[in-house]
Every structure is written in structure tokens, then in C-alpha cells.
């Protein structure tokens, strides 16, 4: 299975970043993600066998995060990956922590430029205008661990188990 940890946004988040993603003028032949599917990644796995579940679910239940609150203020396009997305310009500290917890209790690479961002739009094949963004805070208390099935037409994503974070760490 295909899994990652990452933050979802409620339903006025989806909503507000799908107005963003509705008033960019795209190429035909991009895609616009749908609302179900914006995510914030924190660690991504990648392949895994069953038997490391149980695993990952330990480390997800051992996190000690606070709760954040993220504004995502801009729109870029990233032309290597022919995405356009609403970036963070800022990110917190408690973000930081937890992505940096995240990857050392995984044994992943050490990834320097993280960037706060939801993926608005894939297959861009040219960099289009993009508008500037009224800023779109998303205030989360949990993350998860989820599943991503990428053999359809669009990604399908599902929550495999899901955490509190906290008030305060």
C-alpha cells in the first residue's frame, strides 16, 4: 500500500482554496484537483507491505504536535512538477517540528526546502497568470496517516487512522 502522513482541511478550507483554483485560467489540458482531495503532506512513505503498518501507526500516535493555524497567502506554479499551488509563505515553528519529527522517527531524508502548499492543479504544462490570493487561513487539530490508490482516473485517498494535536505542546 501507498501511504503518507498529512494534515486535511474542514469543509470552509475546501471550499475557499476550489474558489482560488476556480478563477485560474489554465491550458486544456490541466487538471484541477478536486476539493477531496487538497492536502497538506507531511511525510510521504511511498510503498509499503502490511506488516510495516502497525509500525507507522505507533509513530503516529507518539507525535506531540500543537495545533496549527496556517494562511496560505499565495498561488505559484512549480514548473518541474507542472503544478500550480497555494503556498504558505510563512510557516510556523509548530509545523516545522512536527514535519522534522515526522521524517526523524521514519528514517526519512532530511527535506530543506520544505514549503507549506496545497496542490491546486496538476499537468501544467505552461506557466499560467496566476492572480493574487486573498489569503486562505486553514486552522487544523489533527493529522493522519492515509492511503493513496493512484490506478484510477484521479488519486483516491483514504484515512487509514487519524491523531489529535494538542493545545499546547
Known amino acids: ?82 503544478v500550480v499551488v497555494a503556498a504558505a509563505q510563512k510557516t510556523s515553528a509548530e509545523l516545522f517540528a512536527l514535519w522534522e519529527q515526522l521524517h526523524k522517527d521514519l528514517a526519512l531524508p532530511e527535506q530543506p526546502n520544505r514549503h507549506a502548499h496545497v496542490t491546486l492543479a496538476r499537468k501544467v504544462a505552461q506557466a499560467p497568470v496566476l492572480q493574487a490570493m486573498s489569503p486562505v487561513t486553514w486552522s487544523t487539530n489533527s493529522f493522519g496517516l492515509y492511503r493513496s490508490d493512484t490506478s484510477g482516473v484521479q488519486a483516491a485517498y483514504t484515512v487509514v487512522d487519524t491523531w489529535p494535536l494538542l493545545d499546547e505542546t
Do not use: C
Not at 13 to 37: C, F, H, Q, W, Y
Open 1 to 82: 500500500m501507498r501511504l503518507f502522513f498529512a494534515l486535511w482541511p474542514d469543509a470552509d478550507t475546501k471550499s475557499k482554496l476550489a474558489g482560488v483554483a476556480a478563477k485560474m485560467r489554465l491550458a486544456d489540458r490541466s487538471r484541477l484537483v478536486p476539493a477531496e482531495n487538497y492536502h497538506l503532506t507531511l511525510a510521504f512513505i511511498g510503498e509499503v507491505p502490511g506488516s510495516r503498518l502497525p509500525a507507522l501507526l505507533k509513530i503516529g500516535a507518539t507525535q506531540r504536535a500543537a495545533r496549527l493555524r496556517i494562511s496560505f497567502d499565495a498561488t505559484e506554479y512549480w514548473a518541474r512538477s507542472q
